[in-house]
């Protein structure tokens, strides 16, 4: 969080070392309806378009976010998935794939401001917990993928 930024104002970097090609990381982060499948923490994932659809995310805090997701680049030659975020979450989150050595480095990025009443409400005293959440929520996803990739398997 940038000074000045406002308290429901986030930014997300988390890496991920992974030993899988480039190639097959991306094929399976681009098929965002499979996250559910593998990441615990996003508990469903429902197509609305081609290019939409609407998440429920829920990881350490008994609360869920509802967000509307929408592709804004999806470019498997850079190796960058991108989408645009709304609902209880308004801004983006993107996937940046290259090689790494003999496998692949994974860079997440996301800057969000939340839209819920409630956790706007309690900006002050839930960023902290808020931050720590997705801290969870990101360890997991990461754990989850490594050992889908390390089975063989592209989805579960």
């Given at each position: 969080m940038g000074r000045g930024a406002p308290l429901n104002h986030y930014r997300f970097r988390s890496t991920w070392r992974l030993a899988a090609s480039p190639a097959r990381v991306y094929a399976v982060l681009e098929r965002?309806?499979?996250?559910?499948?593998?990441?615990?923490?996003?508990?469903?994932?429902?197509?609305?378009?081609?290019?939409?659809?609407?998440?429920?995310?829920?990881?350490?805090?008994?609360?869920?976010?509802?967000v509307t997701l929408?592709?804004?680049?999806?470019?498997?030659?850079?190796?960058?998935?991108?989408?645009?975020?709304?609902?209880?979450?308004?801004?983006?989150?993107?996937?940046?794939?290259?090689?790494?050595?003999?496998?692949t480095l994974a860079l997440f990025e996301q800057e969000v401001e939340v839209r819920d009443r409630l956790l706007r409400l309690l900006a002050l005293p839930a960023k902290p917990l808020l931050a720590l959440n997705h801290t969870v929520m990101m360890r997991a996803g990461e754990r989850r993928l490594r050992a889908l990739l390390e089975r063989g398997l592209d989805e579960e």
């Open positions: 965002a309806e499979r996250y559910p499948h593998w990441w615990p923490q996003i508990r469903s994932l429902v197509r609305t378009g081609e290019e939409s659809g609407t998440a429920r995310i829920r990881s350490v805090l008994p609360y869920v976010l509802t929408r592709t804004a680049r999806r470019d498997a030659a850079s190796g960058i998935l991108q989408i645009a975020m709304g609902g209880d979450l308004d801004g983006w989150a993107r996937w940046t794939i290259r090689a790494d050595g003999d496998g």
